[in-house]
T-cell receptor, first 115, second 114 residues
Framework: DTEVTQTPKHLVMGMTNKKSLKCEQH?????MYWYKQKAKKPPELMFV???????INESVPSRFSPECPNSSLLNLHLHALQPEDSALYLC??????????????FGEGSRLTVL | LAKTTQPISMDSYEGQEVNITCSHN???????ITWYQQFPSQGPRFIIQ???TKVTNEVASLFIPADRKSSTLSLPRVSLSDTAVYYC???????????????FGAGTRLAVHP
């Protein structure tokens, strides 16, 4: 299984809603990532989890709250978002330690629209 | 982190070879060069990775000169389905933290025409 699965594929929410994006991988990877991608722009790194611990937070606003319940799952909790937060949210995973080839495995993304 | 510079866009025709060059003047000794391909509304997909000289796989070749300040992704005989954005990333795969802080540059939009 070489897949990273993201749900939902599409999400529309109001600025007062609370929603979550979910990501799952069963490749035994111990690093997981959230990227945000606006139209015609490159993916921007948001968070990195290493061994279920938050390792990198790229100065992301607190209305985005990541969670890594176990080594296979990564969530992104959304609350009080703004219309400019509308984007494609990509989850990725990679191996750790000596098995680390540097290859990131990406999911298909969750397309978020904030009204 | 090493910054990368690529052409914004390129055009080609079916059956031609396409070469996309990436500049990374401040590449560090431990940095590897990795290329990803991304189709619209999909996540990026790994194409190829190298450290020096030449690497070839079933889809592409990667040429890296001795000074490693640039690299060239070569796509042989492109087809319409190769129309995508191609990203060059440079980073240390042996980060002590065990993870990769890979930063995407602007990428190159390749359009393949019939």
């Amino acid at each position: 299984d070489t897949e990273v699965t993201q749900t939902p594929k599409h999400l529309v929410m109001g600025m007062t809603n609370k929603k979550s994006l979910k990501c799952e991988q069963h490749m035994g990877h111990r690093a997981m990532y959230w990227y945000k991608q606006k139209a015609k722009k490159p993916p921007e790194l948001m968070f990195v989890y290493s061994y279920e611990k938050l390792s990198i937070n790229e100065s992301v606003p607190s209305r985005f709250s990541p969670e890594c319940p176990n080594s296979s799952l990564l969530n992104l909790h959304l609350h009080a978002l703004q219309p400019e937060d509308s984007a494609l949210y990509l989850c990725a995973s990679s191996q750790e330690g000596q098995g680390n080839t540097g290859e990131l495995f990406f999911g298909e993304g969750s397309r978020l629209t904030v009204l | 982190l090493a910054k990368t510079t690529q052409p914004i866009s390129m055009d080609s025709y079916e059956g031609q070879e396409v070469n996309i060059t990436c500049s990374h003047n401040n590449i560090a000794t431990n940095d590897y060069i990795t290329w990803y391909q991304q189709f619209p509304s999909q996540g990026p997909r790994f194409i190829i990775q190298g450290y020096k000289t030449k690497v070839t796989n079933e889809v592409a070749s990667l040429f890296i000169p001795a000074d490693r300040k640039s690299s060239t992704l070569s796509l042989p005989r492109v087809s319409l389905s190769d129309t995508a954005v191609y990203y060059c990333l440079v980073g240390d795969m042996r980060d002590p933290g065990g993870y990769n802080k890979l930063i995407f540059g602007a990428g190159t939009r390749l359009a393949v025409h019939p």
